[in-house]
């Protein structure tokens, strides 16, 4: 057979995920597998038309299609991302539609399942039968184990292939979505109370995207910064090459670092306005996003009040939702809320505008911060856990930036908290003493947050203040 792999490295063969098709190669010799470099020559495919014919011609003569690609800021790399528009651009359905497709990553396993996600959707979108995602760590393929693992996973896609599988649609189509969001001329002001706010988006004319940043500009009185993300003059995408990990200084030398240090940085409140397309932002978004990577793997948004304005149906893109969320909570922001077109109803939008301004005043305010949840906690100590245990070498400003802000806290430096629950397994190991423990444990468990509630400082300072 005849398995196209479609490369979203910029790399190109340098690619550490094409390692892995190769050894698939290797152990498949009586297939064979054309590459298209999506994230190589995208620029070319975008200029020259016959560099995307010969792509899709791969694409239409092959008998399956892997998506082989890197994770890049949760999600594939922009160049990837920019060939997927282009495919719904240029109507190119008909190359894709109706073959088999898997999904071939390597990365730390930060977000790798919403990379995943995007993929199959987006394969299900272009009309084929997506038959299985494998997410490698890099480091993987050194591993005999999982050289085994590997070599199962492409065997079953092989299988699905030759034996026509049945495989069910996961993901329901997007619905197409009109403007229809015409802002109110009221004159409600939101008082940003000194606080800096800046909004960034890339809105057409006449969209709703558009529509949404005039109207959030005039909720703060024109005090807000509204700035198009293209005028960051970025001169291609990331290029996965680290040579910002030793002092968070960018190969490129373009403007994108000087927007960033000129809107971003200085943002007490950043607002963010995207279109969707495909199943995330648009492909300028995604670049945008992983070109801020110079940043290293540090709360680079930390301290701020973030909000989205999106147009599209985000309703239907759980996965998409996630990402922005993480996007801002893994970089030490305050998730303030998403507002989107969705509604229809220009005066419910203008309410849930009013609200996001208001509330975003407020909690810069207030210091508020939302607890963060499982996958803030989670991501910020895979990269811990990552950047010491082989990376710091490299990442020698993530590495300088972890000790001094206490990253490194396995298993943990409260000694006597540790002594304590040695000590106190010890005593669990009296039969006598274990029996009553189990039978009082609801009691035992509550009993110091009881205690917390009935003697907390906080409680009566709150409640003088509100008198």
């Not at 807000?224 to 005028?231: Q, R, S």
């Not at 908290?417 to 009691?443: C, H, N, W, Y």
Request: a positive charge; aromatic letters at 12%; glycine letters at 8%.
């Amino acid at each position: 057979m005849k398995i196209c792999i479609i490369s979203g490295s910029p790399k190109g063969e340098e690619s550490i995920t094409l390692q892995y098709v190769r050894f698939i190669e290797q152990a498949f010799p009586e297939h064979t597998f054309p590459v298209v470099h999506a994230g190589r020559d995208i620029k070319k495919m975008e200029q020259q038309r016959e560099a995307w014919d010969e792509a899709l011609a791969k694409v239409h003569d092959s008998d399956g299609v892997v998506f082989a690609t890197p994770v890049y800021f949760m999600l594939v790399p922009g160049q990837l991302k920019r060939f997927i528009e282009m495919a719904f651009e240029r109507d190119a359905r008909s190359a894709f539609s109706q073959k088999y497709s898997a999904a071939l990553t390597t990365s730390i396993h930060y977000f790798d399942h919403t990379a995943h996600s995007y993929l199959h959707g987006i394969s299900e979108d272009l009309g084929m039968h997506h038959a299985g995602s494998y997410s490698a760590h890099m480091e993987d393929l050194k591993s005999e184990v999982e050289q085994k693992r590997l070599l199962l996973f492409f065997s079953d896609f092989l299988d699905a292939i030759s034996e026509k599988r049945a495989i069910t649609r996961e993901f329901l189509p997007l619905p197409k979505v009109s403007p229809t969001y015409y802002p109110s001329t009221q004159s409600t002001v939101v008082d940003t109370n000194g606080r800096r706010v800046v909004i960034l988006h890339d809105a057409k004319p006449g969209s709703d995207q558009e529509a949404m940043v005039r109207r959030m500009a005039a909720l703060f009185g024109g005090k807000a910064t509204v700035a198009d993300i293209g005028d960051s003059l970025m001169k291609g995408g990331c290029l996965g090459c680290c040579r910002c990990a030793f002092d968070n200084t960018c190969v490129y030398q373009d403007g994108f670092r000087d927007f960033w240090e000129r809107y971003v940085v200085p943002a007490d409140i950043l607002i963010m306005g995207g279109t969707i397309q495909d199943r995330y932002l648009s492909a300028t978004w995604k670049q945008w996003n992983d070109r801020s990577f110079f940043n290293g793997h540090v709360p680079a948004l930390k301290g701020k009040q973030v909000g989205y304005l999106v147009e599209g149906p985000l309703a239907h893109l759980p996965n998409l939702r996630e990402v922005l969320a993480s996007r801002a909570v893994i970089g030490g922001a305050n998730l303030v809320g998403i507002v989107t077109s969705e509604p229809g109803n220009p005066g419910e939008i203008d309410a849930a505008l009013a609200a996001l301004a208001e509330r975003s005043v407020r909690f810069a305010d207030k210091g508020y911060f939302a607890p963060v949840m499982f996958s803030a906690i989670a991501g910020r100590k895979l990269f811990r856990d990552e950047i010491w245990a082989h990376m710091r070498a490299i990442f020698q400003a993530d590495d300088r930036y972890y000790r001094s802000h206490g990253y490194y806290d396995f298993p943990t430096k409260n000694y006597l908290q540790r002594i304590g629950t040695r000590a106190f397994s010890l005593f669990l190991a009296i039969p006598g003493v274990r029996k009553k423990v189990e039978k009082d444990m609801g009691s035992y468990m509550v009993r110091p947050i009881r205690e917390t509630v009935q003697k907390s400082r906080v409680i009566k300072e709150w409640r003088a203040r509100q008198e």
